[in-house]
């Protein structure tokens, strides 16, 4: 399994409109084989938004961003102008893993 974290620094005022259009459904990421799960964190001072999408691999991550799905979901003067700088990705392989619910 992968993580994708990618960081979003927001202008000032920004980032609940930044979570609101993650939370709209836009692009179906959720309905692309391979996809496991994603996370919109806020950073407590609203400077930046961290998407952290998890994936069974990586072949299903690149299929995802090669795809006419990731296309329309990216391509519709979504957010743009919200940001104050350029998105950072970086891909995490899983090396361990602890769920919570599972611990006595």
Same mark, same amino acid.
């Given at each position: ?58 072949? +299903? ?5 090669? +795809? ?37």
């Amino acid at each position: 399994m992968i993580a994708v974290a990618n960081r979003l620094p927001v202008r000032e005022g920004a980032a609940d409109r930044i979570v609101e259009m993650f939370s709209s459904g836009r692009g179906a990421v959720q309905e692309f084989p391979g996809f496991v799960a994603m996370e919109v964190l806020k950073a407590e001072d609203a400077s930046e938004v961290l998407v952290v999408t998890w994936w069974e691999d990586r072949a +299903s991550f690149d299929a995802w961003v090669g +795809s006419d799905a990731f296309k329309r979901a990216h391509g519709r003067g979504g957010g743009g102008e919200l940001l104050r700088g350029h998105p950072q990705m970086t891909v995490y392989e899983v090396a361990l893993e602890r769920d919570r619910r599972r611990v006595p």
